[in-house]
């Protein structure tokens, strides 16, 4: 179990924000440095019903669920995003049909974490 948590918290990385990859197609080098989590009582959730919604259409998807213009869009379309709703406490994960746990990863942090980019 230990070994299974030290593999996926580096892996591991949105209310709405779609996370997105210059050009579309590589994510960026900090993507698969560690980090530190953050402590119980200062993440949004830590009891999460989490759900995995698959799309063909998850650029544009991501894109206008967070509201994110045209030019940025274009330019570094979402490769996933997270909706979450602490109230509720679920968090959906919205990829695409082929994706990497990498990103999945990413969404699953965004879902206990909220917004972490800097």
């Not at 953050?38 to 259409?57: F, G, H, S, Y």
């Not at 996933?80 to 746990?101: D, F, K, L, M």
Request: with cysteine; aromatic share 8%.
């Amino acid at each position: 179990m230990i070994k299974c948590l030290r593999w996926l918290l580096p892996v591991c990385c949105t209310a709405l924000t779609a996370c997105q990859s210059a050009g579309g197609v590589h994510l960026a080098a900090h993507e698969i440095e560690n980090f530190t989590a953050k402590p119980t009582q200062q993440r949004i959730m830590n009891a999460v019903k989490l759900r995995w919604e698959v799309r063909p259409d998850v650029a544009d998807y991501c894109a206008k669920a967070s509201g994110m213009d045209r030019e940025r869009a274009y330019f570094t379309p979402p490769l996933a995003c997270s909706i979450w709703s602490v109230a509720a406490q679920e968090c959906t994960i919205v990829t695409g049909p082929n994706t990497s746990h990498l990103a999945l990863g990413h969404e699953v942090r965004h879902c206990f974490e909220g917004h972490f980019h800097p």
